[in-house]
Nanobody
């Protein structure tokens, strides 16, 4: 079974940075798209970013210019660099894999999910 494990979350002050990692096992990462999602208390899970098998990227409007997604296929890991963090970025962040090369249009097309890592932006 494909496994995804997120790490790198924590408490950071507004304006600070964090880098999240998503380690993927039991699949050749280079073939597939990986998405990052987040869910704040009382809100629905929302898409943050996606990177395709050919390194095409998408971002939610709320994070454009502040977040950068990247992948290291040799390490089977995808990263989310988060800069200029705001309190409204506070959420549990999840990564998920789509068993296709392109970024899906719906989160329901992602097949496997990690358990999430908490990001809290607060002074």
């Amino acid at each position: 079974q494909v496994q995804l494990v997120e790490s790198g979350g924590g408490l950071v002050q507004p304006g600070g940075s964090l880098r999240l990692s998503c380690a993927v096992s039991r699949v050749i990462l280079s073939y597939y798209a990986i998405g990052w999602f987040r869910q704040a208390p009382g809100k629905e899970r929302e898409g943050v970013s996606c990177i395709s098998s050919v390194d095409g990227t998408t971002y939610a409007d709320s994070v454009k210019g502040r977040f950068t997604i990247s992948r290291d296929n040799a390490k089977n890991t995808v990263y989310l660099q988060m800069n200029s963090l705001k309190p409204e970025d506070t959420a549990v962040y999840y990564c998920a894999i789509s068993l296709r090369g392109g970024c899906p249009k719906s989160r329901h097309e992602y097949v496997y999910w990690g358990r999430g890592t908490q990001v809290t932006v607060s002074s």
